[in-house]
């Protein structure tokens, strides 16, 4: 059983719990993280309530908001029609993974939970959503234990989101754009898991969602675990949620998710890319950091991307430590994460918008 550092949730209680008529028994659970976005996770709730197929669960993370939006949410939150909805706080944010941990814990509680639905708190969910990746994760049996679908803008419906995670061959995943890139797995704001997955997960890494990521490539970190032992993720091409987007890190790009994105990518390829894809992808990663230092420094962002590698060395150790633990793994479920890789260097559009002056 692979061990990690692990920082256990103790302040995390229970606030509100309410109670519908009984719920259909189809063993489906939704978890919801809210931090200062009291609107959007109502909104996103309420969406959740007009599903086709209800889900037995509904239990909320307050991620230590400010008081007001704390209070908003708890007032404004309605019984729903079926099941039981809950609401948790913690005194400290957890962030998405760890926040993400201890719902799942607290919903596995339930014996009969074997679907778990993770929704972003700015995304709508399709009525038809958790319907249809059950009824896929269920054609597919054991074999997938995750699916996603399509996630459009939700100011503008008619445009992509998200397809996905595409792992390119710099070895830096991304949102997937077009059906072009090959789809490596779902993203954590909107994915269903199987309960055999979790499980086993936990048993063979301690842990489902890497607590040391906090938020950013904590899902591309799952999902990359998950094709390592030898599962084949679903996407199904049918719109399942519309997203607002990073409504909780300030709507737009920021040096928040700039350093919880490349500091965890690096902590990712350490600890989870195959010897071989390393060696054959090499100069590729080496451009791609060297392009990230350039735009860092042209930006005026130097002590950033400083500060970034700086953090990444100190854990270092750790993240090569569990490596040699996941040296059988890694061995035996390298082609099939080699399958998972875009051929293109990243997304398409990339080096026009660095030109450009856009995103890093």
């Not at 994915?191 to 489902?208: N, V």
């Not at 350093?259 to 990518?265: C, K, Q």
């Not at 569990?322 to 990339?350: H, M, Q, V």
Request: aromatic share 8%; hydrophobic share 40%.
């Amino acid at each position: 059983m692979i061990k990690a550092q692990v920082q256990k949730a103790q302040t995390v209680a229970e606030r509100l719990r309410l109670e519908g008529r009984e719920s259909l028994g189809l063993g489906i659970g939704v978890l919801v993280i809210n931090y200062n976005t009291a609107a959007q996770t109502l909104r996103c709730l309420e969406s959740i309530q007009q599903s086709s197929t209800p889900p037995d669960w509904v239990f909320v993370l307050d991620n230590a908001s400010a008081s007001a939006d704390y209070e908003r949410l708890v007032q404004h939150a309605r019984s729903p029609e079926t099941g039981t909805f809950a609401i948790f706080r913690s005194e400290t944010n957890l962030g998405f993974a760890q926040g993400s941990n201890v719902l799942i814990d607290l919903l596995l509680q339930n014996p009969e939970c074997h679907y778990v639905m993770l929704l972003n708190n700015d995304a709508v969910a399709e009525p038809a959503m958790l319907a249809l990746l059950k009824e896929a994760l269920e054609k597919a049996g054991d074999d997938a234990g995750i699916a996603g679908g399509r996630m459009h803008k939700l100011s503008h419906p008619e445009q992509v989101d998200t397809l996905g995670i595409a792992l390119y061959a710099s070895l830096m995943p991304a949102d997937r754009k077009t059906l072009d890139d090959v789809f490596l797995g779902p993203t954590g704001g909107c994915s269903m898991l199987q309960r055999k997955l979790i499980e086993r997960l936990k048993t063979t890494f301690g842990y489902c969602f890497d607590p040391r990521y906090f938020c950013y490539c904590e899902d591309t970190d799952l999902v990359i675990r998950t094709v390592l032992l030898g599962y084949k993720p679903i996407y199904l091409d049918r719109l399942v949620a519309l997203h607002e987007g990073q409504a909780s890190s300030g709507g737009t790009y920021n040096s928040f998710i700039a350093y919880h994105g490349l500091r965890n990518a690096i902590w990712m390829h350490a600890k989870l890319i195959p010897a071989n894809i390393l060696l054959r992808k090499c100069l590729y990663l080496l451009t791609a950091h060297m392009f990230m230092f350039a735009r860092y420094a042209v930006s005026g962002n130097l002590l950033l991307v400083i500060k970034i590698y700086r953090d990444v060395l100190i854990k270092m150790p750790e993240f090569l430590s569990e490596r040699r633990r996941l040296k059988e793994y890694l061995a035996e479920g390298g082609p099939n994460l080699g399958e998972s890789i875009t051929k293109r260097f990243y997304r398409k559009g990339y080096l026009l918008s660095l030109l450009r002056g856009g995103k890093v």
